[in-house]
């Protein structure tokens, strides 16, 4: 009868299903860079020069410094290195999703 199951098929089935399972339910971080995956996740995938443009300098609100979820928005004496508190600015991005032109150009 042993030689009817092959253990490593499912041992392998079974990790896979763990993996993709862990991958897709995987935990928010509590802070991010505004790394490629950050962007396309929450900024429909704009540069980060549009996002500072039109969301970090639009809305000032979402500065730290001024009770909001983004550090650093811009190279600064405070910092260098911006950084997104992501589910305060996940809760901003949905309440202020059609306040937002996503459209929007920069200028060249």
């Given at each position: 009868?042993?030689?009817l199951i092959n253990q490593q098929?499912?041992?392998d089935f079974v990790r896979k299903l763990t993996d993709d399972f862990l991958q897709k339910n995987k935990p928010l971080p509590r802070t991010a860079k505004l790394t490629k995956e950050i962007r396309e996740n929450l900024f429909h995938g704009k540069g980060t020069e549009w996002i500072r443009v039109f969301v970090f300098d639009?809305?000032?609100e979402v500065d730290e410094r001024n009770g909001g979820w983004v550090l650093n928005p811009r190279r600064s004496a405070?910092?260098?290195t911006t950084t997104i508190l992501?589910?305060?600015a996940i809760?901003?991005?949905d309440e202020h999703e059609y306040e937002i032109d996503w459209n929007e150009k920069l200028a060249n």
């Open positions: 009868m042993d030689g098929i499912i041992f639009k809305y000032p405070y910092g260098t992501v589910k305060p809760k901003w991005l």
